[in-house]
Nanobody
Framework: QVQLVESGGGLVQAGGSLRLSCAAS????????LGWFRQAPGEGRELVAT????????YYTDSVKGRFAISRDTAKSVLYLQMNSLRPEDTAVYYC????????????WGQGTQVTVSS
């Protein structure tokens, strides 16, 4: 069983930057892909970015391409989301999640961390 704990959220002005962290434990991370999702008030959860733990292949949703970067520290089993040029519409609760490399579904979730971007 994989456990995920997010941190690093907070309040930032538009145009600013924030780095989210997700500490992973309880599994062999090379057997998973990790992702960041976000959920704005009144909205469903949106996939933001994913990374294959083993090879580092990444995916980004169009709205964050060029602004956000997903990465991981394999030695520390920590997933990161570097968020630059933040916009008010990036305001959401951000969740990290994991899926098995042979699965299409994210089955393990963190508790979420709030990101608020002020205008």
């Amino acid at each position: 069983q994989v456990q995920l704990v997010e941190s690093g959220g907070g309040l930032v002005q538009a145009g600013g930057s924030l780095r989210l962290s997700c500490a992973a434990s309880g599994g062999t991370m090379a057997h998973y892909s990790l992702g960041w999702f976000r959920q704005a008030p009144g909205e469903g959860r949106e996939l933001v970015a994913t990374i294959a733990w083993a090879g580092g292949k990444t995916y980004y949703t169009d709205s964050v391409k060029g602004r956000f970067a997903i990465s991981r520290d394999t030695a520390k089993s920590v997933l990161y989301l570097q968020m630059n040029s933040l916009r008010p519409e990036d305001t959401a609760v951000y969740y990290c999640a994991a899926r098995g490399v042979f699965s299409s579904t994210f089955d393990y979730w963190g508790q979420g961390t709030q990101v608020t971007v002020s205008s």
